[in-house]
T-cell receptor
């Protein structure tokens, strides 16, 4: 059974800092991994989808990587802003979600 | 920009009652999903739906739950005989492909069972 873990559970950084969020999964035979953002009481907003054949995807200040062999994905956020404060979730094949990392960016 | 819409945003019901949560997926998407998120817990997959039938379901999706696509636009989740532990946020999502498609979520329907 696939298990997804996200570390750290919470992260607080000053504005402008670059940061990395981690997602690990136990079964490397995956089709895709997707990163989402969730604001309190809201739905999930898709950030990046990485297919199994890809190693990374980029959108603006966000870069997500995927290493299937090691069962890891990272989400890199460059030049963080207070508006980036939210919970970031990773999901494997849309079926198994991590607990999320709650990010706070302080002005 | 196309989006997934869900109604109601919040529903309060008495234990034992039936509820129907409604979703309008993105119009050209073919795969539809329901998830739930109990307060403070992980998002959990319930069911996926394609070509007017369930394609996959989790252990959570037992006989208490059912899904339907009653017309060309709506996708519904019915919860029969609600229990206190059914209180959660229920999310609908859609994608254009099952294994390679990007998932797009609605804002959710908060269900409170009293």
């Amino acid at each position: 059974k696939q298990e997804v873990t996200q570390i750290p559970a919470a992260l607080s950084v000053p504005e402008g800092e670059n940061l990395v969020l981690n997602c690990s999964f136990t079964d490397s035979a995956i089709y895709n991994l997707q990163w989402f953002r969730q604001d309190p009481g809201k739905g999930l907003t898709s950030l990046l989808l990485i297919q199994s054949s890809q190693r990374e995807q980029t959108s603006g200040r966000l870069n997500a990587s995927l290493d299937k062999s090691s069962g890891r994905s990272t989400l890199y956020i460059a030049a963080s802003q207070p508006g980036d404060s939210a919970t970031y979730l990773c999901a494997v094949e849309g079926s198994t979600f991590g607990d999320g990392t709650t990010l706070t960016v302080k002005p | 920009e196309p989006e997934v819409t869900q109604t109601p945003s919040h529903q309060v019901t008495q234990m034992g009652q039936e509820v129907i949560l409604r979703c309008v997926p993105i119009s050209n998407h073919l795969y539809f999903y329901w998830y739930r998120q109990i307060l403070g817990q992980k998002v959990e997959f319930l069911v996926s739906f394609y070509n007017n039938e369930i394609s996959e379901k989790s252990e959570i999706f037992d006989d208490q739950f059912s899904v339907e696509r009653p017309d060309g636009s709506n996708f519904t989740l019915k919860i029969r005989s609600t229990k206190l532990e059914d209180s959660a946020m229920y999310f609908c999502a859609s994608s254009d492909y099952r294994n390679t498609g990007e998932l797009f979520f609605g804002e959710g329907s908060r269900l409170t069972v009293l």
